[in-house]
């Protein structure tokens, strides 16, 4: 059995995205913010002792970080390869891996200072004066190796979409990806994917 632990709202919906693409069957748990202090209930520290999303528990093998969770189910339930580079071209999967980590390694950091920024009520000149170049490094950068590709490796969508679409997704609803407009259709076309529109009807329930 395959359960995932869901905080609304935050980057597992992007793993029960990852779920819908391949078409498992699986349980939702959902869990809810506090209103105010946006931290996860307590609850999910009867899960994981970090008590944070997501979380997956596949027959009790209780794992947590979204781009290990994308790796495990990829490798686990995708046997044609649609997701994944095979390991045989190793450039080609170093690649993938590269793309599957950047997002949560190097992108969510100045983001998350940049919301901090924002939500403060006094102007923060020493987080935001990190974190605005900081975006504008990794937007450009991703703007650019998509060039007039479709997707983050090609024409194919990958595991690496996943991630890439959370932080671009964060950074749109912190109002930074105007003129970026490949950006802003990548992430567009994503989230018209069947499987997205499928993962947010079940969040839903
Ligand atoms: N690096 C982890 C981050 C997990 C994480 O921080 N999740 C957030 C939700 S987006 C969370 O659970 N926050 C609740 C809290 O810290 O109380 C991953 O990629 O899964």
Known sequence: MLTIHHLRIGRSIFCVWLLEELELEYELVEYVRHPETMRAPSSLKDVHPLGKSPVIDDDGLILTESGAITAYLIEKHDKAGRFSPSRSDLRQWAEYTQWLHYPEASVFGPLLIKMLSLRSAEPQPLF????????????????????????????????????????????????????????SEYLNRNMQRPAFLRAIERAKD
Do not use: W
């Open 128 to 183: 935001s004066g990190f974190s605005d170049p900081e975006i504008a490094l990794h937007l450009g950068h991703i703007s650019n190796r998509l060039g007039d590709q479709t997707f983050i490796l090609g024409e194919a969508f990958c595991g690496a979409d996943f991630g890439v679409t959370y932080v671009l997704s964060m950074a749109d609803r912190l109002g930074q990806l105007e003129g970026y407009d490949k950006l």
